[in-house]
């Protein structure tokens, strides 16, 4: 009996991982095209700005940033930078600790009732996990945050990556344990298309990402 309230207990650990991670993170890859990204409006010249084409994205609930101006307000890190590597990981379940407002709420907290044993058990098994990677990217350009030009920052990514090494990126972010998670599942990583304009790498209808477009100057007169 004991065994069978683990593993049911278990199966939703995972459930509620696997939908905290797909916030935070992301699955699926991209590749690029030799496509210019011609958007209306754009006055920049897009030769050495290729149109990024990524794969489809798989089905998840994601928060909804429709203007720029949430983004920059859920945001604690706001920054340009180089993909540098990305490597493999296992994301596992967060412990309630008695400190936790949660700790004593069966509802908000799926591990209530287990005993040290059983979460020994199921924290010691890499299978309860979901693979990953942290992606690190070189930034070379801090908008809002703490962070300084040169530092490695490291984002978690459910899944593949979704970026191209050595490409870059303009990422909305914020804290995620002792990394960073992209806002929105997607909905905060834009690319350039000329020297002052960037692009949702996935924009309505094919990703999550109702902002689809900005420029430089319409971000700095917000922050």
């Not at 942290?134 to 990556?161: F, M």
């Not at 972010?173 to 990394?179: D, F, I, K, P």
């Not at 960073?180 to 997607?186: D, E, N, S, V």
């Not at 690319?191 to 790498?201: M, N, Q, R, T």
């Amino acid at each position: 009996m004991r065994r069978y309230k683990l593993r049911a207990r278990s199966r939703y650990l995972r459930l509620v991982l696997l939908m905290m991670v797909a916030v935070m993170g992301s699955t699926g890859c991209s590749d690029i095209r030799g496509e210019t990204a011609a958007l209306p409006g754009s006055t920049g010249t897009f030769d050495s700005y290729p149109r990024r084409t990524p794969r489809p994205l798989p089905a998840g609930d994601y928060l909804g940033y429709p203007t720029v101006a949430a983004l920059i307000a859920d945001s604690s890190l706001i920054f340009v930078g180089n993909v540098m590597n990305s490597e493999s990981t296992i994301f596992m379940p967060i412990r309630m600790t008695p400190d936790d407002p949660y700790y004593d709420d069966p509802i908000r907290n799926p591990q209530y009732g287990l005993s040290d044993e059983e979460l020994d058990e199921f924290f010691s098994n890499p299978a309860n996990g979901v693979r990953g990677r942290i992606t690190s990217i070189a930034a070379t350009e801090i908008l809002r945050g703490t962070a300084a030009v040169g530092d490695i920052i490291q984002i978690n990514e459910t899944g593949n990556t979704v970026f191209d090494i050595g490409l870059p990126y303009l990422l909305f972010a914020r804290e995620c344990g002792e990394a960073y998670c992209i806002l929105g599942g997607f909905a905060g990583i834009f690319y350039p298309i000329a020297p002052d304009e960037f692009a949702a790498l996935y924009p309505r209808p094919a990703g999550p990402a109702p902002v689809e477009y900005l420029t430089r100057q319409e971000l700095l007169s917000r922050i």
